[in-house]
């Protein structure tokens, strides 16, 4: 593990693997090297790139300076990119793909973007908000020391099926996603971060994936983000909800990346 210090002066935790041109993946919410699809990812396309997987703040190995702010978010990935000696590909998935967008609307050395099924809805209240501020409600619970709780509450506000939920709870990972669940709520500030003027600002390169097994949601935001962006492409692919087989996603990816990497 290597580490790169971002700008507030919180570390952040990361790894390459591979050879080729970089590229960065950014982990949705609860994500991190240790946990989520991201090793599993980086392990499919290590021919071809040099793949960097990091510890969001809060997560793994990296740190957490209060007080938070999504800003910060992008400044982590900012110095990720620099460590790695930028600029870069850069994929994210689910929140990880909204952060993507933000380093790249903030101008951030970011030469084509991917994003697996990023939870944005145009033109409407934000997905993650419900009828409330859900990272308020996320930190409330986990003030109140109702981590589990808020782990569950985030997941049923955003979408995931209950039998999924049920699953997750009896889970043994299930603990340590009760360890980073404050994390939750600075997932829950990134999505509704971006808006339409956003998506225009971005000019590099973007593939936009959905899965065709999630739900019509998740299918639409991606075919309107897609739209919104202007060099976006919309991309569907077999999987399961919210989410697509490594290698069938890793394929996708390097024949999108490739086009741009000579």
């Known amino acids: 593990m290597a580490t790169a210090t971002s700008r507030d002066g919180t570390r952040i935790g990361f790894e390459q693997a591979g050879t080729g041109p970089t590229l960065v993946l950014v982990d949705a919410a609860g994500g991190f090297r240790g946990f989520g ?10 021919d071809r790139f040099t793949v960097v997987t990091y510890d969001r703040r809060g997560r793994g190995e990296s740190g957490d300076t209060p007080p ?17 000696g930028g600029p870069a590909f850069v994929h994210g998935f689910s929140s990880g793909a909204v ?5 790249a609307a903030a101008g951030l050395p970011i030469s084509m973007l991917s994003l697996l099924e990023p939870p944005i809805m145009l033109d409407g209240p934000s997905p993650e908000a419900g009828e409330g501020d859900l990272a308020a409600e996320i930190e409330e619970l986990v003030a109140a020391g109702r981590r589990a709780d808020a782990v569950e509450h985030f997941n049923r506000s955003i979408g995931v099926p209950e039998e999924m939920i049920a699953e997750m709870r009896q889970a043994p990972f299930f603990p340590m996603l009760e360890g980073i669940a404050h994390t939750l709520a600075y997932d829950s500030r990134i999505t509704p971060a971006v808006s339409r003027a956003t998506l225009q600002s971005v000019t590099v390169p973007a593939l936009v994936v959905n899965s065709d097994s999630s739900d019509d949601r998740l299918r639409g935001w ?41």
């Not at 699809?37 to 290590?46: F, I, N, Q, Y």
């Not at 952060?99 to 380093?103: D, I, N, Q, S, T």
């Open 37 to 46: 699809p991201m090793g599993s990812l980086a392990g499919h396309l290590a």
């Open 68 to 84: 938070y702010a999504v800003e910060r978010e992008v400044e982590d990935l900012a110095a990720v990119i620099g460590a790695a």
């Open 99 to 103: 952060l993507a967008l933000l380093g």
């Open 222 to 262: 991606a075919g309107d983000v897609a739209a919104a962006l202007p060099q976006g492409r919309h991309l569907e692919l077999k999987g399961d909800w919210h989410g697509v087989p490594d290698d069938v996603l890793a394929s996708a990816l390097a024949g999108f990346f490739d086009g741009g990497a000579a």
